[in-house]
């Protein structure tokens, strides 16, 4: 019996994974044991970093679906899922994605969260009136990578820092290993990834975001139509938001340019005059061009806050509204609407059995 289709396109499976005949654990073992030796053998890495990149009992990577149900309750897409911790691959996604984060934030269109965004959309000046609003969003981004660009633009991005020329090749070289030789079990069957990145693999946002940002560098800051209409431009990993003082027409002409880049990388776009939605932020943009922003929850959103009777330890239990009601502070710009929304989420927490009285303390201190 093959991978699941339903949820994900046949098709696209059968471009993504290969069947394999046998579990290639072993085999893989072999090559991280001989990487290694190469490695500490001309003094790129040490003893510390060597035990921490072999893993001497590992367990087999296996594959699932998770319906995205915040996209639709009714016949949900899916998200294909290689869960990986402890596998034979998962320390050299760890290291990997230790090297390569800190680097990621010092990207040009980098978010970091919500709370980045809503602070970079505040400090934004007045923008003119018909400007538009705009969300671009990736089709399948990690699996949508092919290995070599992606090699290649991790590459771009380690050689921004100071690391030796053996330290960036040994980085990469993890990474070859990551990518080509990254396998999982479904049912009685193994198979091995052909194209991006696993999610469930901890190295995966990085590479994600490496491969997005040499991208950019290369296809979209240097696009005439981007140079002269673009006024913001910011990006969670494939989530994007620019604002575009232009014509709808050239717009879309731009986003035809982006799809024709790489044929496997496709883009969909939405814009508006007034108001968009990107992560949880919905974004207002009134007649004098002035932004703000306010709390954006899609209709499928339920309430599954963890419940008060949860076996959690009190302490972690406790901090969970204080923790939202910050969050909606850095969403909200508007001290009017900032009331409102904290007393719908004191409500969900109440529905939850959280106590009354934390609540409004957590809620005075927030606002």
């Known amino acids: 019996m093959g991978l699941p289709g339903g949820l994900v396109s046949d098709l696209w499976i059968l471009h993504t994974y290969r ?28 003893q510390n970093t060597a035990k921490f990149l072999s893993n001497s009992n590992p367990v087999i990577p296996v594959f699932y679906i998770l319906p995205k149900i915040h996209k639709s309750l009714n016949n949900p897409p899916g998200r294909p899922i290689v869960a990986s911790t402890d596998s034979i691959l998962s320390p050299l996604s760890i290291y990997l994605e230790k090297i390569l984060t800190p680097l990621i934030r010092t990207t040009k269109s980098f978010l970091l969260d919500t709370g980045h965004f809503s602070s970079l959309i505040r400090e934004q000046d007045t923008i003119p009136p018909d400007s538009l609003l705009v969300t671009l969003d990736v089709n399948s981004l990690y699996t949508s990578i092919t290995h070599e660009r992606g090699i290649t633009a991790t590459r771009t991005l380690l050689q921004t820092s100071n690391m030796p020329d053996n330290s960036i090749k040994f980085c990469l070289d993890l990474l070859k290993l990551v990518l080509y030789e990254n396998f999982f079990l479904y049912e009685d069957t193994y198979y091995v990834q052909c194209c991006g990145t696993a999610m469930g693999s901890n190295v995966a946002p990085a590479y994600a975001n490496a491969y997005m940002s040499h991208f950019e560098n290369n296809h979209v800051y240097p696009e005439e139509l981007f140079k002269q209409y673009v006024r913001c431009y910011h990006r969670y990993i494939d989530d994007i938001f620019l604002i575009w003082t232009g014509s709808s027409e050239l717009l879309l002409s731009f986003h035809q340019h982006l799809n024709s880049v790489h044929p496997e990388l496709q883009f969909t776009i939405q814009y508006d005059t007034t108001v968009i939605s990107f992560l949880d932020t919905m974004i207002h943009k009134n007649q004098s061009g002035k932004l703000t922003t306010d709390l954006f929850t899609k209709p499928t959103d339920c309430n599954n806050l963890l419940h008060y009777s949860s076996s959690h330890p009190r302490a972690t239990k406790n901090s969970l509204p204080r923790s939202q009601f910050t969050r909606l502070a850095k969403i909200v710009s508007d001290p009017a609407i900032l009331p409102i929304r904290l007393d719908t989420m004191s409500q969900k927490f109440k529905d939850r059995s959280y106590p009354a009285r934390l609540l409004e303390l957590e809620k005075k201190t927030t606002s």
């Open 19 to 46: 069947a394999i005949p046998r579990d290639p654990t072993f085999d893989i073992d072999k090559k991280i044991r001989n990487l290694i030796r190469t490695y500490l053998d001309n003094h790129t890495i040490d």
